[in-house]
């Protein structure tokens, strides 16, 4: 007898939803609340990095994953939808790539060397590898357009890659967050200090908003019964 596992995509949309204000809330908090405020210009450079988690966070992760969400969330036609996907895909590409530029202004600025850390590299690769899938995107199922049965043969191709560079920018967040903390507690942060508690939460956070989305993503909008499938008798 085979077993089957029934999952609706809307409950992980809610959650997700859910999970992205607490997580801008949270990353906001930090960056304003314990390190001082944001500024692309600024004798105090520190301010200037502060754009960075934000952008990337709020910017890049959230509204990326709200256009990964969009076929499963928004009541509109598939046009409307693939539509809205693209333009939440654009913007968070365009706001990644400022919040990449701020870190780079921030290294450049206080003499600090680039791209040292695996953090950095992820970073630029997926940077590059986002752009490569929107660009794929647009030409191949917006303007103009492969024939159909291109389209229908790279879809699941699109979907596979999509996560996969999204899984990876979650993992690169992570490791940012991290690499953050562990820099200011060497500098003398309290590790069981509130900011410390409150970084290591937003990571926390940052990871059950991420398997939500993914969940969500491959799960189905509505659920059919199997062919196969027999309700159990209650005599």
């Known amino acids: 007898m085979g077993v089957f596992i029934r999952v609706k995509a809307a409950p992980f949309t809610y959650a997700s939803h859910v ?10 908090v930090w ?12 004798t105090n450079k520190n301010l200037i990095f ?4 934000v952008l990337m966070l709020i910017g890049f992760i959230i ?4 256009a990964i969400m969009s076929y499963k969330t928004l009541p509109w036609s598939h046009d409307v939808n693939k539509l809205v996907h693209l333009v939440l895909h654009a913007i968070a590409l365009i706001l990644g790539a400022v919040g990449i530029y701020c870190a780079f202004k921030f290294h450049n600025e206080s003499g600090i060397a680039n791209l040292y850390s695996l953090h950095s590299w992820l970073g630029i690769g997926t940077i590059c590898l986002y752009g490569i899938q929107w660009i794929f995107g647009f030409v191949t199922f917006f303007f103009p357009g492969a024939a159909q049965t291109i389209r229908r043969d790279a879809l699941p191709w699109h979907v596979l890659f999509g996560l996969f560079v999204y899984i990876l920018a979650l993992a690169t967040a992570e490791l940012g967050l991290l690499e953050k903390l562990t820099f200011l507690e060497n500098s003398g942060l309290d590790k069981y200090g509130s900011e ?5 939460f937003t990571a926390l956070v940052v990871v059950l908003f991420g398997a939500s989305v993914v969940i969500s993503a491959i799960a189905p909008a509505h659920i059919e019964d199997h062919p196969d499938y027999t309700a159990i008798s209650e005599n």
């Open 31 to 42: 960056c304003i609340h314990f390190r001082g405020g944001l500024a692309f210009e600024s």
């Open 50 to 53: 502060n754009v960075h988690p």
């Open 19 to 28: 999970l992205a204000v607490a997580a801008a809330v949270m990353v906001l």
């Open 196 to 200: 410390a508690f409150l970084v290591n």
């Open 63 to 66: 509204l990326g994953s709200e």
